[in-house]
């Protein structure tokens, strides 16, 4: 006796909500205006495509308002581009920083520079005098 052995079907643990393309929307609603004057032709495309018809109520009113275009329109904020004036002012202060990180470097330089010559008891010359 052979026995086959049939793939378990996997089910996901979360149901995904199906979405469909500006493209998908279009062409159902093309095929359903078609089938509009034959008898149960719409409700037949609707069980073949798996869909209610409040999805094709809401797709007419979005095509009716030009939302089912070529490109949809995108959810969120508008992104707003930086101005000429914020992108001088972002690069001036990184500027800023270098220049202050650089001085402050040399600052702490002249100090080790003091400190040694304390220690090895050489003076260092006055910038003061030291004028050419």
């Given at each position: 006796m052979i026995s086959v052995m049939s793939k378990p079907t996997e089910v996901s643990p979360k149901a995904r909500r199906r979405q469909y393309t500006a493209a998908e929307k279009i062409r159902?609603?093309?095929?359903?205006?078609?089938?509009?004057?034959?008898?149960?032709a719409?409700?037949?495309?609707?069980?073949?495509?798996?869909l209610y018809s409040s999805h094709?109520?809401?797709?007419?009113?979005?095509?009716?308002?030009?939302q089912l275009g070529p490109t949809p329109k995108k959810r969120g904020p508008?992104?707003?581009?930086?101005?000429?004036?914020?992108?001088?002012?972002?690069?001036l202060e990184r500027e800023l920083?270098?220049?202050?990180a650089r001085a402050d470097r040399a600052e702490r330089l002249v100090e080790l520079q003091k400190k040694v010559s304390e220690l090895l008891g050489?003076?260092?010359p006055d910038?003061?005098?030291?004028t050419h």
């Open positions: 159902i609603l093309r095929e359903a205006d078609a089938c509009a004057g034959q008898k149960g719409v409700a037949a495309l609707l069980r073949r495509e798996g094709l109520a809401t797709w007419r009113k979005q095509r009716d308002a030009g508008v992104p707003r581009r930086p101005d000429e004036r914020d992108e001088q002012i972002t690069q920083r270098k220049e202050k050489t003076p260092l910038p003061e005098e030291t």
